[in-house]
């Protein structure tokens, strides 16, 4: 036998063992039946990374790319990969027909305003889009409930109202010709039909609220000189925290029986003012009263709430004394802030 033969026989014969040895170190299932190459080459992989452990070098994905993962297949299968994807949730999105009310949100017209029977008015209410649609021309302040007192029960937009943008709704009104307490509830509608408003839920319904008094036509048996003065009882300026009371015949504070309003806070945690001892409290409005408007205007034994008035609102009332007396609200209690007001009390029953 040649050189050149025995030197191929005997590499021939190493191959051969280094395929049986590498054969005894693969698993069983592996030697049942030939893979294919690619099968082959991810069992490979599995097993290198398997011997490896912890101590491989493995490069670091970002949070937010998905982690494939390695599979070893059977013999004679593909492998499969395998990725986790994390679902990132859609944020909230605003609300198209959402409005806010504007400062102040009464332009005209504050609640209880006096007016005569059949007497015309013009209410102007300002709101925000506080949405995410812009308010077209086809949107409307419309009647809801309550009493009808617009001339006409719709009224449309007279211009484009952007998102973030105000605008003052003015709707004409008439006064009932009956002597008596009347409200009015409206919404806003949009281009669609659906109706909206205020409040969280933006389904609250906004009013107006007017008194209307009798016109005397009786002559009177009594006349006051133009240039007469009505003599003051008292008159001044005074603070009340909650809980506390004032007597409007002195000025003074906690004079108990004496006292004749208290600042209290209702059951849903809004403040009131509460008549005592018999004295009687009524709004007349953002005018300043004479003794003749007050002894006109409705009083009663009634608590106001203050979270549906204003500052620079002027109140009427009768001391438990009979004294009629005018209460203007300086500025109202806010977060701990004290309720300021001024009161003048005639002398004059």
Known sequence: MSTFTKTRLAGTICAVSMLILAGCNLPSNLLESTPDATGVFFTAVALMTEKAGTTSAISTQPATTP?????????GASPVIQATVVTQQPSPTLRCELARPGIPLDVTIPDDTRLNPGESFTKVWRFVNNGSCTWTRDYAVVWFSGDELG???????????????SVDLTVDMAAPNEPGVYSSYWMLRSDSGALFGLGPNGDAPFWVRIQVVAVSTATPTVTIAPSATPVVEASGSAQLQSDQSIDLDSGLLGQGDEDDIALELDEAEQY????LNNARLGVFGMIKPGIIDCGGTLVSSDPVSLSDLQNGLYLCYRTNQGLPGALLLVKLPDQGDPLELEYLTWAAP
Request: glycine letters at 4%.
């Open 67 to 75: 982690v494939p993962e390695v599979i070893t297949p059977t013999a």
């Open 151 to 165: 001339v006409q029960n719709e009224q449309r937009f007279l211009q484009q109202v952007a998102p973030g943008e």
């Open 272 to 275: 009131q003012l509460v008549p």
